[in-house]
């Protein structure tokens, strides 16, 4: 069987949730199917950004170097070129992300979805945003798909409800986690890390693009609200790389009453993240919407407890492993911080029982699934 798989997304070069997902699934695919050939496809005008390393006797990298604009354009005019046709005889095509692209009829077409935050929340995205997801038309991808693959049973009925997709092409296909996603106990990884990012002794953590879908300014209302009954010494640490409307949760950072005691760390390597989950006491996610939801995933498999949103995703990603929340309930946010911050018995049994919870995502099994559905 000749799969083709889009890696558009892994020339960014700062990786994001689906950059993330891209490659582990990727890799995985590549590792543990010798049977399958595998056609690597990337559009790299000018080789402006860095091809990745995807070395493997049964994968062949395809790249073309159109005008990206151009291309885009072409893709959503014209239908044209057909990828399947500038890439060779497919027999499925799989599209990780919603992407600009245009395939034959013959071959199949395995879509991934993670969400669809734009539908639950439009005023979260910028004029260019609207405009990206109206013309990349995501209820004619999931037409065209022979298979949908939805990343939890949140993304799934949201797909039925909101576009009235026919639910038996749809099946889920949980995210996994890297093994290097474990409690980190070496002092000199973890004070490397600490003075890396100039982290303070006692934090609780966010880790997230920093947008307004992802309620971090109702979580610096929750900490001001919560700090009067924590320690003098307990700080909020925010990492994450800024994304839309990102300046507003500076200013509220500037105007809070504890503005000394919230520290913003920027984007934070991959390599680091196991040691910064590890070296927090609680992490802390109050999302507004989430078509899966990693960051608490991993803190989780670091031993960290969490405090989530009880909507969309994370209350099934999480599990029983953490605390649920409204996320806008601001007090309710705040009690929780308190709760599990000030009850260290309660955090080691919400990190034992974490510890646990994460063991059941592994990319393995992603990877496992689409290669079944793909026969």
């Known amino acids: 069987m000749n799969v083709g798989i889009d890696i558009r997304t892994l020339l960014e070069t700062r990786y994001s949730g689906i950059s993330e997902y891209t490659w582990n699934v990727v890799t995985n695919l590549l590792e543990q199917d010798n049977k399958n050939q595998y056609f690597l496809f990337y559009n790299n005008a000018n080789n402006k950004y860095q091809a990745p390393k995807l ?12 005008p990206n604009k151009l291309f885009n354009l072409s893709l959503v005019t014209l239908g044209l070129p057909k990828i399947d046709r500038l890439i060779g005889e497919l027999d499925w095509f799989w599209l990780p992300s919603m992407q600009f692209f245009s395939i034959s009829k ?28 109206k013309l990349v038309n995501i209820k004619q991808l999931c037409q065209r798909a022979d298979k949908i693959n939805a990343v939890s049973e949140n993304t799934k009925q949201d797909l039925v409800n909101y576009l009235d997709i026919n639910p038996e092409k749809i099946f889920v296909t949980h995210l996994g986690l890297s093994e290097m996603y474990k409690p980190i106990t070496d002092q000199n990884i973890l004070s490397a890390v600490k003075s890396k990012y100039n982290l303070p002794d006692n934090f609780i953590l966010f880790l997230g693009n920093l947008e307004p879908r992802k309620n971090v300014e109702g979580l ?22 800024k994304g839309w409307l990102s300046k507003s949760i500076y200013e509220m950072a500037k105007k809070s009453h504890v503005k000394d005691k919230i520290k913003f760390v920027g984007y934070v390597d991959s390599q680091d993240k196991p040691a910064l989950y590890s070296l927090a006491q609680v992490f802390c996610y109050p999302s507004f919407y989430e078509g899966f939801g990693l960051p608490p995933l991993e803190a989780m498999a670091c031993g960290t407890p969490v405090i989530v949103s009880n909507v969309s995703s994370l209350p099934e990603v999480v599990g029983g492993a953490g605390l649920l929340v409204d996320p806008y309930n601001k007090k309710q946010i705040a009690d929780a911080i308190i709760k599990l911050y000030s009850d260290s018995e309660l955090r080691d049994n919400l990190s034992l029982k974490s510890l646990e919870e994460a063991k059941n995502f592994t990319w393995d099994m992603t990877a496992d699934e689409l290669l079944q559905v793909m026969g």
């Open 55 to 66: 070395n493997y006797a049964n994968a062949q990298i395809k790249s073309f170097r159109y």
């Open 106 to 133: 013959n071959t199949k077409l395995l879509l991934t979805v993670h969400d669809v935050s734009w539908l639950h929340y439009p005023e979260f995205f910028s004029i260019k945003g609207k405009l990206w997801h």
């Open 220 to 241: 610096i209302e929750a900490f001001d609200l919560a700090s009067k009954d924590l320690t003098a010494d307990t700080h909020l640490v925010i990492a994450g790389k």
